[in-house]
């Protein structure tokens, strides 16, 4: 009969640092396991088992946006990592086929596919399928507004495609009915004026930046939202200091400036807390 480890039990064995099979012995001696038991079976899984490593579906979600060769080492050694999905912050998921669909890299999205990815509205867009598209938004009119990942739109998806997804974007181009988000400029001194530290706690990581960043994709520079240890979230602005963080049109990040205070509201629905910068 074998008896699993706890994870206290296994963390308390392992710091004797001493050979494996001295260890199963130990175990065995203190009634941890069987005789039968392969301890190395119980000490190698995880606290995520049996879900997916969220290391490897974040690494994922990431080469698929540019290195086909990476996907594949990675898909030939794990095969369920091409269906692979990642939650950029505040509801902002992406899966691999959909990395590789907003950068308009084909020979990734066909790997993907080819390798038990699922197909989607936002991929048909850029690879050119266009009786794909066409079926879809006869179906379902308002998909053509609906945002994907980091609310990119289906139609710049389309023109991630390049000459092959022609035929799309044309088709997309001449419904006339996709909304764009009336985004607002904001100035260098609206933006220096919130650019800092939030403490949002204790922690080292319990920091929010606000901060301009490079976005290697668009070759420009964004206002960008970061809790420290996490990827950030360009900010669009809605206007009034008031915006929301990349694929995630409900949340609101608020700024006020008092004399030399600087307040930050985020809500989803609800407050979810009020910081000021430090």
């Known amino acids: 009969m074998v008896y699993p480890l706890t994870r206290r039990q296994v963390v308390t064995l392992a710091s004797l640092s001493i050979g494996l099979a001295p260890l199963k012995a130990l175990a065995m001696h ?9 301890i190395q079976k119980h000490i190698s899984v995880t606290d995520h088992f049996p879900t997916q490593s969220p290391e490897l579906a974040r690494e994922m979600v990431t080469v698929s946006h540019f290195s086909l060769q990476r996907v594949q080492e990675l898909v030939g050694a794990q095969p369920s990592l091409a269906r692979a999905a990642w939650d950029w912050g505040f509801g902002d998921w992406e899966d691999a086929l959909g990395a590789a669909s907003h950068t308009g890299n084909r020979a990734i999205a066909e790997y993907l596919i080819a390798n038990g990815a699922r197909p989607t509205l936002f991929s048909a867009a850029m690879l050119g399928e266009l009786e794909v598209v066409r079926a879809h938004i006869a179906a379902y009119p308002e998909a053509v507004n609906i945002p994907g990942p980091h609310s990119i739109t289906l139609l710049a998806h389309a023109k991630s495609g390049g000459p092959q997804a022609k035929a799309v974007l044309e088709f997309l181009s001449s419904l006339g009915t996709a909304k764009i988000d009336a985004l607002v400029p904001i100035s260098p001194e609206e933006i220096a004026s919130i650019i800092g530290s939030y403490p949002i ?15 290697r994709f668009l070759n420009t520079k964004e206002l960008t939202w970061t809790r420290r240890g996490t990827t950030g979230r360009p900010l669009y602005h809605l206007g009034d200091k008031v915006f929301y963080p990349a694929g995630a049109h409900a949340v609101r990040v608020r700024f006020r400036s008092e004399k030399d205070r600087v307040e930050m509201t985020v809500e989803d629905s609800e407050v979810l807390f009020i910081a000021l910068r430090s």
């Open 201 to 215: 706690g204790v922690g080292a990581s319990e920091f929010v930046d606000v901060s301009l960043e490079d976005n």
């Open 30 to 38: 203190l009634g941890l396991i069987g005789a039968g038991s392969n």
